[in-house]
């Protein structure tokens, strides 16, 4: 019997400075984790380098998609893939080495002990984040800030990318339905799981700026999370459902 429960999805674009190495650390962080890339078509070659790790290692899968078509339609690909095959937890994860695989296990042990949502906080009993600017640190927690006050949600970091889904938790999405696909994509299905009333929990993670490669934020992301917010704070007018 197979001691692989968690399957890790890191969303590629132009990432070939980095995913090789990422492999690397992803698999030699925990026995029981595998990788799927989806890879959006990436000129730069990431998915042909992606199907040669798939090649060397039996726990690394490739999803090839057509187009870039955004953080958020990439992982829910890749949730849809995972609840094809028996993984008990599915995590998101950038290439970039800002998210420190290193982490991986307190993410799995922190699901294990009943929580149905993990979050990764870079603002959880102070900040831990490394090699940003000021500007761009006062937007984070910003948001963080402005979407508590919006939604009522109370985590500290609704827009970062490394967390941890139980399977059931995947399973209640209605996937069509997720309109966000960015920064607005994190909160809504943070926000989503939290009106449902499941768990949700943080654990304190260090953030350190990409070293390799091109960072994808873009201003309409931005915009986007911003609408989102307001969307998601008018849902909340309709009562939250307890869970046992």
Known sequence: MSDIDTLVIIPTYNEIENIEKMTTAVLDSSPHVDILFVDDNSPDGTGKLADELSEKFD????????????LGRAYIAGFKWALERDYAYVMEMDCDFSHDPKEIP?????????????????????????????????????????????????????????????????????????KANGYGFQIEMTHKAWMKGFRIGEVPIVFEDRQEGTSKMSGNIVYEALWVVWELAIRNAFRRKPRA
Not at 144 to 164: A, E, H, L
């Open 59 to 70: 726990r690394v899968h490739v999803m090839h998609r057509t187009a870039k078509e955004g």
């Open 106 to 178: 307190n993410f799995r042990n922190k699901i294990i002990a009943g929580h149905d949502l993990v979050l990764g906080s870079r603002y959880v009993n102070g900040v831990r984040v490394l090699n940003w600017p000021m500007s761009r640190l006062m937007l984070s927690r910003g948001a963080g800030v402005y979407v508590k006050i919006i939604t009522g949600m109370p985590v500290t970091d609704p827009t970062g990318g490394f967390k941890c889904f139980r399977r059931e938790l995947l399973e209640s999405y209605d996937f069509d339905a997720v």
